[in-house]
């Protein structure tokens, strides 16, 4: 029989859309496996919590996993009545069929306990409140005297000055008791639904739309918009009225659409171009020496160039990661961007941004590294408002785009590696010194090709946007 109890993040589910609630019960295997860089942003989160532990020295861990959770419930008790505990990390408890693992449960005088939530965020955001909403209601119903709730977050302006974290100034906290407590009035409101909702025959009928990705993708995506429309996916997008109908009669007919200002938007970058892309790591708990948690520090690069004739070139880097990799990282860029002046193509502002960053950390070159800044293309906002497929599915990423202009390119081959957040955590890896030598040589070769795809991409594209003029 399925498992019907609700939890913390059955319970977000179920306030952002009750089919996804369902579904994540009865149908699970219709939902897409997070992709690698969400995978790696979740085993970050777990990182920081583990690492708020070091906050409360002497607190005990209920280390009973979910398959056992009547003998962490049993386990969590017996803490609770030993005062010489000061803290419960992963408490337990159930209540009407809602069951919680509490971050860290604080021991305070007077046989009261402070209610504390680790996030690995930098601010407190909307989606934060219903989840220590939900954990205050399950311990006041189970007993628990909770006199404060506090959100515990990570301090973006720390910098670390030692290979030590000083944890007490990494973390910063928020008092939410007020705020929380006024929540609690539609709690049990909100509970009972869920359990209909969870105990339902069928699944409930709901459109999706834009909170379906907020505040991230939902696993069924996929699932819920497979048999949608090509234009639907137009009906989706904030644009004006002009531009959305070129898109919605591209994608009903299955002609693509031209707009007819491209010839002339494209000419500022003829050959001989170059084409640039960066990878940047952004810990949450820093790394080296200087930083601060999530500053983002460019490690890697590929750049392909295309002359005049047509001959192509391709050079790349990829930091060594025993120290800081920003002025390594510019310093052999910029052997290659000083043999000309040429155009460098790119497909976001975030080139531009890494150049900022570069130049602030390598003082002696800033002024060549931001007047590379100038020579910058960046080929997404024209495709936004040039171009229209209905392959494209409202999507103008260079996954998304790269195929659909250009059929040979393609990034199913890459593995685990064949998106930022990915090679972003692959590297950390490698400079935490987590991996061996034979795994780091993998992920080095990984990294590299990956990069390389998507210069590889963006040349191939900017081709075939070149021969949608001459077709015209």
Not at 67 to 79: C, H, K, M, V, Y
Not at 105 to 130: I, N
Not at 188 to 215: L, N, T
Request: aromatic residues 8%.
């Amino acid at each position: 029989m399925k498992s019907l109890h609700l939890t913390k993040s059955r319970y977000l589910d179920g306030l952002r859309c009750e089919k996804q609630l369902w579904m994540s019960i009865h149908q699970p295997k219709l939902g897409t496996e997070p992709e690698p860089g969400q995978q790696g942003l979740m085993e970050q989160g777990t990182e920081v919590g583990r690492a708020a532990h070091e906050l409360y020295p002497g607190g005990v861990l209920v280390e009973e996993t979910s398959d056992r959770f009547e003998s962490a419930i049993g386990r969590t008790q017996a803490l609770l009545a030993d005062p010489a505990v000061p803290a419960l990390f992963e408490a337990a408890f159930e209540y009407e069929g809602v069951r919680i693992r509490v971050d860290i449960l604080e021991r305070l005088e007077g046989g009261r306990f402070g209610l504390r939530e680790v996030k690995s965020a930098t601010s407190v955001k909307d989606e934060h409140l219903p989840d220590l909403e939900l954990q205050l209601w399950v311990l006041r119903e189970c007993g628990v005297e909770i006199s404060s709730v506090e959100l515990i977050l990570v301090d973006n302006h720390y910098v670390l000055e030692s290979d030590t974290v000083e944890w007490n100034r990494f973390f910063t906290r928020f008092d939410l008791t007020a705020r929380i407590e006024g929540m609690l009035e539609r709690t049990g409101g909100r509970v009972a639904r869920m359990h209909e909702v969870m105990s339902r025959p069928d699944c409930p009928d709901v459109e999706p739309g834009s909170r379906c990705k907020k505040p991230h993708l939902c696993e069924f995506w996929q699932h819920c918009t497979e048999e949608k429309a090509p234009e639907w996916f137009v009906t989706q997008q904030r644009v004006n009225a002009d531009l959305q109908a070129h898109r919605f009669e591209a994608a009903r007919t299955g002609k693509p659409w031209v707009a007819g200002s491209l010839a002339g938007n494209l000419t500022p970058a003829e050959p001989p171009v170059w084409y640039l892309d960066f990878e940047a790591l952004g810990p949450a708990i820093p790394i080296y020496r200087g930083t601060r948690p999530y500053e983002t520090l460019p490690f890697q690069w590929s750049l392909h160039r295309l002359d005049e004739r047509g001959g192509v070139e391709h050079r790349e880097f990829l930091a060594r990661g025993d120290e800081e990799p920003s002025v390594e990282t510019s310093e052999a860029l910029l052997a290659e961007l000083t043999r000309d002046d040429a155009p460098i193509v790119v497909y976001s502002s975030f080139e531009k941004r890494m150049l900022s960053v570069m130049a602030r950390k390598n003082p002696a070159r800033a002024e060549e590294l931001l007047r590379i800044q100038g020579r910058l293309f960046d080929l997404f906002p024209l495709i936004k408002r040039s171009i229209y497929f209905a392959e494209l599915r409202g999507s103008f990423s260079i996954k998304r785009v790269g195929p659909v202009l250009a059929p040979d390119i393609r990034y199913d081959d890459l593995g685990d590696l064949a998106e930022g957040n990915a090679a972003a955590a692959a590297f950390a890896r490698i400079a935490t010194g987590a991996v061996s030598n034979e795994e780091e040589a993998r992920i080095r070769k990984a990294l590299l090709a990956y990069c390389e795809r998507d210069t590889l991409a963006m040349m191939e594209v900017h081709r075939a946007l070149g021969e949608l003029v001459v077709d015209r």
